[in-house]
């Protein structure tokens, strides 16, 4: 990844820029409980007055775009988006907003943006950036999803937990065979290969995933295999998929759960852990389509219940969306204490962009709109008994 310590911004047009706020960011504003330049620790600060000819042009991908370009400031920006989020601002935004939304709910109607010709995109702009930020932001298992933090210690232990969670949801036993969909750096699959006697398969559409899960993984039984889910042909005992399923989209989703159908014997289980959205809704945010998930699409509960029917019973469905909250304040905390030595590499921009993301993801949860979720489905030919795990 390139430098960018610019913060450049190139106006729509000539008109000139807004010195005060108007009145309907005001008002939005207020009824989060946000002052415009207030002493709260979740204010805004205005540094550059174009930020609101940003927002009124651009609505929330303008608003983090400003953040980014060091147009405002907030001491606490997780607080600031609990608030925004709880008080559905976005919603709120007017009739000067409607041809932009209209044109993102289009985008994810009209087109197929998981298809499987744009399937690598998030591994290129995403999971590609460089290991040393994820590798300084994880812990060291590096796992990069929601931990379960019920009587966990710390970042760690609270991953090791999530870990050790998911095997016994799986019911794994020595001998089997394992497939994860979406394997990340290896962390999953190492742990169960040592700590269960499991051989994995695992997938990915990252390059430096792929990369660094071989080297993480070497003498195990695990492969780490570069391509895309819909190409599955083999059989497995379990499959999991973690923080992969953010990434399918609704028009894949029927796609997705015959691919793991097909791979999955009859007796076997298949533990699936994912965000989910509190609601269903047409689009996605756009300044995290831009910058950080390209293509991603959270599902609901709703769409999920539908493209699971007649294709698999649900056997659990565990809910701990407030841990996300939780594990996102931990990465922060590692990626701030590591930046002295990454910002030679990546620059101030990346820095805002990340914190960005970061902290507008924990506000996210923090409001509840944002879920975690863990099903455990079973084909209707299993005949045990499942019983639940926490």
Known sequence: MQREDACVFEPADNAPTLQDPPAVILELAAQAGITINGDAPWDIQVLDPGLYRRILAKGSLGFGEAYMDGMW????PDQLF??????KAEEKIGSWSRLRLLGEILRHSLFNLQSAQRAFQVGEQHYDIGNDVFEAMLDPTMSYSCAYWHNAAGLRDAQLKKLDMICRKLELQPGERLLEIGCGWGGLARFAAEHYGVEVVGITVSKEQQKLARERCAGLPVSIELM??????????KVVSVGMFEHVGPKN???YFDTVHRTLKDDGLFLL???GSAVTSPKTDAWIDKYIFPNGKLPSAREMASAIESRFLIEDWHNFGPDYDHTLMAWWENFDTAWPFLEAKYGTRFYRM????????AGFFRSRQG???QLVLSKPERGSVYRSVR
């Open 273 to 275: 852990h994912t965000i």
């Open 371 to 373: 879920q975690l979720w």
């Open 73 to 76: 400031e907030c001491q606490r």
């Open 253 to 255: 989703h029927a796609a």
């Open 228 to 237: 895309d889910y819909r190409d599955l042909d083999e059989k497995f005992d």
């Open 82 to 87: 609990h608030r925004l989020l709880g008080s």
């Open 354 to 361: 990340w914190k960005y993301y970061l902290m507008s993801c």
